[in-house]
């Protein structure tokens, strides 16, 4: 299956990151004086947004830095022809609101934002929380310094110099079918009644198939035989990309021996409608999956089923 557009939330090339202006200290320096350059919050990796009739990111403007007690600048790019700079907040409370605006979680949240402005809060907010976890270097312990506006944590240690980069954890998710109900399972910290795709985190030395295959056994002991690349979607929760597949089940008893899942269970296209089960948040890969097997099935949008039922996502 082809990869299908719109894209994914979090994803889309909205951001044109520059990448070659980031060895060049002038240029940087000059962008940090440019009126138009604006600075993406992150506190506590919360993301500042404006709850007006819209929900909008806030984007700050250098004239609002000082109020924030920032540190730490990231170069992100350009966004919407403007260098954009991330900046974490390290106050220990959220900061004044000198400007409009709160600071929320993007899990749920970003689907309600525009595309480009979810995009880019994603992005802020990955790469703030992988430079807060390479402070030190991996091989010898030393602190380590920003270098490349930002996109590499350098070792100060003599002798040792070790670079660290920007580093994602791949991970597959996966609509299992076996051609008219859809394989979905729950963790036992979920409310109840709430289902979801399977999904699990690619070990090394495998392939995303190989995952796939992996994954849906040893969560509910399903094999499965055709599988399809379906889209993928950056999902910086802390720092993973989702890898998604649609696959057809070569047998369908489920068991759930690995103790990952609390249950799963196959469910048709009519329990889908009536609100059996709860179904990922929109903005999710997970729920894309199972929508887009949905129509396939029935020629209807599950969003607009006035039965489904969607997890909740706090406006």
């Not at 992150?42 to 947004?49: F, H, I, K, P, S």
């Not at 994603?122 to 790469?127: E, G, L, Q, S, V």
């Not at 980069?165 to 979905?184: H, M, S």
């Not at 295959?213 to 990309?241: D, K, L, N």
């Amino acid at each position: 299956m082809p990869a299908q557009l719109p894209a994914n939330v979090f994803a889309g090339p909205y951001v044109d990151r520059a990448s070659g202006l980031r060895k060049d200290p002038a240029w940087v320096a000059a962008a940090l004086l440019e009126p138009a350059t604006r600075f993406v919050p992150v506190w506590r990796t919360q993301n500042l947004v404006n709850r007006g009739a819209e929900l909008a990111a806030v984007l700050l403007s250098a004239d609002a830095l000082p109020e924030f007690h920032a540190a730490g600048l990231i170069l992100l790019g350009r966004f919407r022809g403007a260098p954009v700079f991330a900046i974490e907040l390290d106050a220990a409370q959220p900061p004044p609101r000198a400007v409009e605006g709160e600071f929320i979680d993007l899990r749920l949240t970003g689907g309600l934002l525009p595309a480009d402005e979810a995009g880019l809060l994603a992005y802020a907010r990955a790469m703030l929380w992988w430079r807060n976890r390479h402070r030190y270097c991996g091989a010898c312990g030393a602190p380590t310094e920003a270098v490349d506006a930002g996109h590499v944590m350098r070792c100060t240690r003599a002798g040792c110099g070790s670079e660290f980069f920007p580093r994602i954890d791949p991970a597959i998710i996966v609509l299992v079918t076996d051609g008219e109900r859809a394989l979905l399972g729950r963790q036992a910290s979920w409310p109840a009644g709430r289902y979801s795709t399977i999904a699990g985190f690619v070990e090394p030395g495998e392939s995303f198939e190989d995952a796939v295959v992996r994954e849906v056994r040893e969560e509910t002991s399903v094999e499965v035989g055709e599988i399809e690349y379906h889209s993928s979607q950056p999902w910086p929760f802390p720092s993973s990309v989702m890898v998604g597949f649609v696959a057809r089940a070569r047998e369908t008893a489920i068991e759930c021996p690995d103790g990952e899942l609390e249950d799963a269970r196959w469910f048709s296209c009519a329990q889908m409608a009536v609100g059996t089960p709860a179904l990922p948040p929109p903005q999710s890969i997970s729920f894309r999956l199972i929508a887009d097997w949905y129509e396939g099935q029935t020629g209807r949008s599950l969003r607009d089923e006035p039965g489904a039922a969607l997890w909740s996502v706090p406006r």
